[in-house]
């Protein structure tokens, strides 16, 4: 079983990795400060990207915009094969020109199916790419070639998805969305499963298996994330620490301060110096 594990190479001003296995973990709803290219050869997926469920079979393009919280279940027992790119726009911006990814880079999500010819010409670009960031240690020649390369790949990424809509495909309990409505609705409140599970006439079980299946995370470490998340906005606007625990649902002013250090590696004040 093998692990996300891509993250940017601040020197490199991106990176890129390749999986091949069966047995992928992902983890849990997360967000970066960069934005990520998922080129996918085979697989099945379903997705949460903040609040909306996608899923995908097959070979596709998804793209999760930076700062947007997302998660990714792969189905285990089925092959996965990908390649992943990270990268900020910023590191790039010197040869690639904003208009040529502009409709890209407006989508919060984006996911495109690809056929055969598709798959085909996206590889003849990913196996170099790959290749050259891999040997750029120290090699500029390489390096540049690998961020040319990924410019070529986003350009070919933004025509794909001008040429065709972008799929989105609800996995089979469409009413996960119903339920993702109502947390969000009333994230400040205190949420029980079984509460939340009565209010749409099912069992506590099935809804934290379906909700688990559809979204690849359980509805307690979905509710916590968001609650972590309006959090954040809220002490960003101002609000004072025991303010935002009762505005974002925690128990008390204790526990918030003691699950934000959990999730986040920093003290609710530690957190509001950090982005001053």
């Known amino acids: 079983m093998q692990n996300e594990s891509t993250s940017l190479d601040t020197k490199k001003g991106f990176s890129i990795d390749f999986i091949d296995c069966t047995g992928f973990k992902s983890p849990n709803m997360h967000c970066h400060k960069y934005s990520e290219l998922l080129f996918v050869l085979k697989g099945n ?3 949460l990207v903040d609040d909306e469920v996608y899923s995908s ?16 279940d792969v189905n285990g027992t089925v092959p996965y094969t990908r390649y992943n790119a990270v990268f900020r726009y910023k590191y790039l911006s010197d040869i690639l020109d904003y208009e040529y990814v502009r409709e890209l880079f407006e989508q919060d999500c984006t996911v495109i199916p690809l056929d055969e ?12 790419l790959y290749k050259y960031f891999s040997e750029s240690d120290g090699d500029n020649s390489k ?9 070529a790949l986003l350009i070919k990424v933004n025509l794909l ?5 972008s799929e989105r495909t609800l996995p089979d309990d469409t009413y996960i969305n119903r339920v993702l409505d ?7 409140e205190k949420l ?6 009565e209010n749409f006439y099912i069992s506590r079980s099935k809804l934290m298996s379906d909700f688990k299946a559809a979204t690849g995370i359980t509805i307690g470490d979905y509710i916590l994330c968001n609650r972590i998340k309006l959090a954040k906005e809220l002490l960003m606007s101002g609000n004072s620490v025991s303010d935002t625990a009762y505005l974002s649902g925690f128990v008390n002013t204790s526990h918030f301060i003691r699950t934000f250090k959990r999730e986040t590696g920093l003290t609710p004040l530690q957190y509001c110096r950090s982005k001053i």
């Open 45 to 47: 997926l379903n997705f």
């Open 117 to 128: 010819d598709e798959k085909q010409e996206l590889l003849n670009i990913c196996k170099p």
């Open 143 to 151: 390096l540049n070639m690998s961020r040319h390369l990924l410019c």
């Open 57 to 72: 079979k097959g070979s596709c393009l998804i793209f999760f915009k930076e700062k947007q919280f997302h998660t990714t």
């Open 192 to 197: 029980i499963v079984a509460d939340i599970a």
């Open 182 to 188: 109502y947390i969000k609705k009333h994230i400040a």
């Open 161 to 165: 998805l001008s040429e065709k809509s």
